[in-house]
């Protein structure tokens, strides 16, 4: 069975690869643990070199790899400019910092000296997303190969030409052979590749389902896992909030990627005193956004990343609406837009209903009106998910308290989107997965934290 990148645009076949026999898959793999034994060894400076090279490659070819993306899952050219701006800022924070978080820590202890040490893992297995198709890879492997691990990369199969130029990328920046590669399998593949003993650890970013039967997986191998999973990120407008701003930021963040991301703002949940006006501003935010072809400039919308895709989330909205949701923005499909869904607004949203309980993956916002900011508090944290969440309004210190102390979530922002940047650890909890990204804590997942204890 070929693998096929697929223009969401109109449905047409871009290229087919042929996926990797699994021969020449177990010869990678191979490949990657002579490669860590040498590049386990290297010095930081050099890592970083390479690494910083890489930053410089990101920028020159900016434009080339946006367009691939447009091509590949739709997203607006500009909008991936901008994912490869992130990239390369990755990459340049590690190259600065990994020696320094990774430096061996003193402990007092017992002993005459006692010591942590963080050593690399060996080979981790990255399976990878096709909604931020670099993003995602880049802040795994920037941290990961700075920390002297050896890389291997099962990406989303709509997503291959993005794959294979992140591999001529790290060719290009002068890192050793083998310490990046990858596999271009379809997920059957998967559980074998995990069963190699070469492979030490593996992270995941993808549905709550994928990952749960990778966790299993590696679990039953004894194998580190990092899950970064779905999310129905609550965002709270409380009855002090600067409304205009929050109706802005929070369509900003609902239409992030055509509304596919994990982080992106999915349930609104509205204080009944602010609700008729957020609700009207919101929808002007939302209605004005321009939506086309990806690789026009002017383009803030493209198409969902695949039409089957597109067909699930009307599903979801038209459950909803039977069940008593009211759309008063979008929920129609045109004919002949094939993966292409128009911003939209469900009101009236209860629990059960799957604009409630569900992540809706794509560019459909969820409102829930509550009593005040005891409910609101409830609603957000009603929910099986735990990646993002934020709190809109005017007394920061109140809103401080509830995001700090009050919302069950990875990450909490008051008054702003829930994004991720290279500086801060990223990741959820409950079924939004477990361990971290980025940051300190992110370079830190897949090392040996080991004990040195001198009598």
């Given at each position: 069975m070929s693998i096929e990148s697929v223009n969401p645009l109109n449905g047409e076949v871009v290229r087919t690869y042929q996926p990797y026999p699994a021969e020449l898959v177990t010869r990678k793999i191979r490949q990657s643990h002579q490669a860590f034994l040498s590049w386990k060894n290297t010095s930081f400076s050099d890592r970083a070199f390479c690494m910083t090279r890489m930053s410089d490659i990101l920028r020159k070819r900016k434009h080339e790899l946006a367009k691939l993306m447009a091509v590949e899952m739709?997203?607006?050219?500009?909008?991936?400019?901008g994912e490869i701006e992130k990239c390369a800022l990755v990459c340049e924070y590690y190259a600065k910092n990994a020696e320094e978080f990774l430096a061996r820590e003193t402990v007092p202890s017992s002993a005459a000296r006692s010591y942590i040490t963080f050593n690399p893992l060996g080979v981790v297995l990255a399976i990878m997303p096709w909604n931020f198709p670099f993003w995602q890879t880049f802040r795994f492997l920037a941290p990961g190969l700075m920390a002297g691990n050896c890389c291997l990369l099962k990406h989303a199969s709509n997503v291959p030409g993005c794959a294979i130029a992140t591999?001529?990328?790290?060719?290009?920046?002068?890192?050793?052979?083998?310490?990046f590669q990858t596999l271009l399998v379809e997920s059957s593949a998967v559980e074998k590749i995990i069963e190699n003993p070469v492979i030490k650890a593996v992270t995941l970013t993808g549905s709550t389902e994928a990952g749960m039967k990778v966790a299993q997986?590696?679990?039953?191998?004894?194998?580190?896992?990092?899950?970064e999973l779905g999310g129905s990120d609550p965002y709270l407008v409380l009855k002090d909030?600067?409304?205009?701003?929050?109706?802005?930021?929070?369509?900003?963040?609902?239409?992030?990627?055509s509304g596919q991301s994990c982080i992106a703002a999915k349930r609104f949940i509205v204080v009944k005193e602010v609700a008729e006006e957020f609700i009207r501003l919101f929808k002007e935010e939302m209605q004005s956004k321009n939506m086309g072809n990806p690789l026009d400039e002017a383009t803030a919308l493209g198409p969902m990343a695949k039409k089957e895709l597109r067909d699930q989330l009307h599903a979801q909205v038209t459950r909803s609406i039977d069940q008593g949701a009211e759309c008063i923005l979008g929920g129609q499909i045109s004919p002949g837009s094939h993966a292409f869904y128009p911003p939209t607004i469900l009101i009236n949203v209860k629990k059960g209903m799957p604009a409630y309980e569900e992540e809706m993956f794509g560019p459909v916002a969820s409102v829930i009106t509550v009593s005040d900011e005891e409910e609101a508090i409830q609603v957000a944290n009603d929910?099986?998910?735990?990646?993002?969440?934020?709190?809109?309004?005017?007394?920061i210190e109140r809103g401080e308290e509830i995001a700090a102390s009050r919302l069950n979530s990875g990450c909490s922002f008051v008054n702003d989107y829930v994004k991720s940047t290279p500086e801060l650890?990223?990741?959820?909890?409950?079924?939004?997965?477990?361990?971290?990204?980025?940051?300190?804590?992110?370079?830190?997942?897949?090392?040996?934290?080991?004990?040195v204890y001198i009598k």
């Open positions: 739709g997203k607006p050219i500009k909008a991936g400019e591999e001529e990328i790290i060719k290009e920046a002068g890192f050793p052979d083998r310490v997986k590696a679990a039953s191998l004894i194998k580190k896992v990092v899950l909030a600067d409304v205009p701003l929050a109706a802005a930021t929070c369509a900003e963040s609902r239409l992030i990627n929910t099986s998910f735990g990646l993002g969440s934020a709190v809109f309004t005017t007394d650890p990223f990741g959820g909890v409950n079924q939004s997965g477990f361990g971290r990204e980025l940051g300190t804590y992110g370079i830190k997942e897949f090392v040996n934290i080991k004990t």
